[in-house]
């Protein structure tokens, strides 16, 4: 992400957020993807404040289901 925080939107439709670049399709929630699976259980906007223990913890649950 070039340590860039924002969002980045894909082909697809899905946006990538925050700095770890986190899919809302899969990973988290908002509002361009209705039937996210939100594996991480958390809004895509939180990834792009300054406070990365969020971020941090869903990148856990992201390697961990991979």
């Known amino acids: 992400s070039g340590c860039d925080t924002q969002t980045v939107v ?23 993807i209705p039937h996210s699976r939100d594996i991480c259980g958390i809004s895509c906007d939180k990834f792009l404040d300054d406070d990365l223990t969020d971020d941090i913890m869903c990148v856990k649950k992201i390697l961990d289901n991979v």
Not at 10 to 16: A, F, I, K, R, V
């Open 10 to 32: 894909n082909n697809n439709g899905s946006t990538e957020y925050g700095l770890f670049q986190i899919n809302n399709k899969i990973w988290c929630r908002d509002n361009h």
